[in-house]
Every structure is written in structure tokens, then in C-alpha cells.
Antibody
Framework: QLQLQESGPGLVKPSETLSLTCTVS??????????WGWIRQPPGKGLEWIGN???????YYNPSLKSRVTISLDTSKNQFSLKLSSVTAADTAVYYC????????????????WGQGTMVTVSS | EIVLTQSPATLSLSPGERVTLSCGAS???????LAWYQQKPGLAPRLLIY???SRATGIPDRFSGSGSGTDFTLSISRLESEDFAVYYC?????????FGQGTRLEIK
């Protein structure tokens, strides 16, 4: 059964860059059948899609975060990563990585497998 | 951006009852690319329904989804104790992918 696990610092200072990694086990991120995504959830609030990446390296970002977000793949480690620059307290959230099936022609399905999430706090 | 509005915000029901949750979209959702997720405290969301009406792997048949265009519903035929949670809808037919604000289903 494919599993995803987020990792990274739990505390980031304002104006710095948040960096998280998602390790995929029992499956390959190089599969053309899936996209890999990041979603976040501020404490007590709803879910916000951050972006997706395909095995080809093509990325798709939420316009509200696009200027600050980079998602990348490391196929040698079967991982994908999130970088969010110039963070503020508003970026404090649980960050989830997840998998979504490719429907072909650029269409992406729902997130069917999620990591457990990692809490990131932005504070000095 | 498609805005999803879920109603009601909170529902108080008893085990054994039937419930229907609503998700309204500000624009038509392409190809009925709408999903429903269940989230319990401290856990990641779990996919229940995708493509508006298809049950995800391992989801009991008491969960069903329907709808198209701008109006979608999630129904639970007979509530069990483990069903009390927060439910989110999400559209993935256009970018950015967006989520509803959630409906909290609590025990009466």
C-alpha cells in the first residue's frame, strides 16, 4: 500500500523559506499515472490547495501562492518537495502531501492518498 | 476561481439517521469533477467520493454522492458513530482546485 510521509522543520521564522519533503513508499513518483500535490490547513480552518507536480516535472500552482511556491521532484530518492518563500504567520498550517490520479490530457483527479500531515508554525 | 459553498455549516444528528450534505458551486464544475472528503480531528482527510458519484476504495455503500453542474450532494443512509466528522467537497475540474469550507456533523 502506497504511503506518503511529510518531513521538515516545525518552526520557521517570518520572511524565511518553508521547506518540506514528502517521501513516497511502496510506489514510484515516476509513474505517469499520478500527480503529486501539496495542500495546507491553518489551525481550525479549511483546506487550501497549494500545487501539483507531474512525473515530467510540470507544475501547477494556486495563483494565490504562485509567486512564492516551488514544487520539485527528486526521483532518485522517490520524494517531492515544497518550498514557500517569504513566509508570514498566515502560512502557519498543517501541510499535507497527497497523490492524485492522472485522467489524461492534463486532467487530474481527486486526492486519493494523503500523508499524515506536518504542522509548521511561522514565528520568531 | 470556483467558490464552493457547503450547507449547513453544522448538523446535529443521531446514529441511524439519514443525512444529506450540500455543496454549491459558483460556476459549473467541469465533467462533474467533484470529490467529498471526511476528516476526523488530528487526521488527514479521507477520500469518500470522486467524480461526483463514484465511491473510493473501501468506502461503505451507505455513502453516496450525486449532482452535476453547480449542485452536488453527499448522502449517508444510516449514520454510524464513526461517521461524525467534518466533510469537505472539492472541485478539480478547473484551476485552482478549491475546497468548500466544510460541514461539521456532530452527535445529537
Amino acid at each position: 500500500q502506497l504511503q506518503l510521509q511529510e518531513s521538515g522543520p516545525g518552526l520557521v521564522k517570518p520572511s524565511e523559506t518553508l521547506s518540506l519533503t514528502c517521501t513516497v513508499s511502496s510506489g514510484s513518483i515516476s509513474s505517469s499515472s499520478y500527480y503529486w500535490g501539496w495542500i495546507r490547513q491553518p489551525p481550525g480552518k479549511g483546506l487550501e490547495w497549494i500545487g501539483n507536480i507531474y512525473y515530467s516535472g510540470n507544475t501547477y500552482y494556486n495563483p494565490s501562492l504562485k509567486s512564492r511556491v516551488t514544487i520539485s521532484l527528486d526521483t532518485s530518492k522517490n520524494q517531492f518537495s515544497l518550498k514557500l518563500s517569504s513566509v508570514t504567520a498566515a502560512d502557519t498550517a498543517v501541510y499535507y502531501c497527497a497523490r492524485a490520479p492522472s485522467y489524461g490530457w492534463g486532467s487530474v483527479g481527486a486526492f486519493d492518498i494523503w500523508g499524515q500531515g506536518t504542522m509548521v508554525t511561522v514565528s520568531s | 476561481e470556483i467558490v464552493l459553498t457547503q450547507s449547513p455549516a453544522t448538523l446535529s444528528l443521531s446514529p441511524g439517521e439519514r443525512v444529506t450534505l450540500s455543496c454549491g458551486a459558483s460556476q459549473s464544475v467541469s465533467s462533474s469533477y467533484l470529490a467529498w472528503y471526511q476528516q476526523k480531528p488530528g487526521l488527514a482527510p479521507r477520500l469518500l467520493i470522486y467524480d461526483a458519484s463514484s465511491r473510493a476504495t473501501g468506502i461503505p455503500d451507505r455513502f453516496s454522492g450525486s449532482g452535476s453542474g453547480t449542485d452536488f450532494t453527499l448522502s449517508i443512509s444510516r449514520l454510524e458513530s464513526e461517521d461524525f466528522a467534518v466533510y469537505y467537497c472539492q472541485q478539480y475540474g478547473s484551476s485552482p482546485r478549491t475546497f468548500g469550507q466544510g460541514t461539521r456533523l456532530e452527535i445529537k
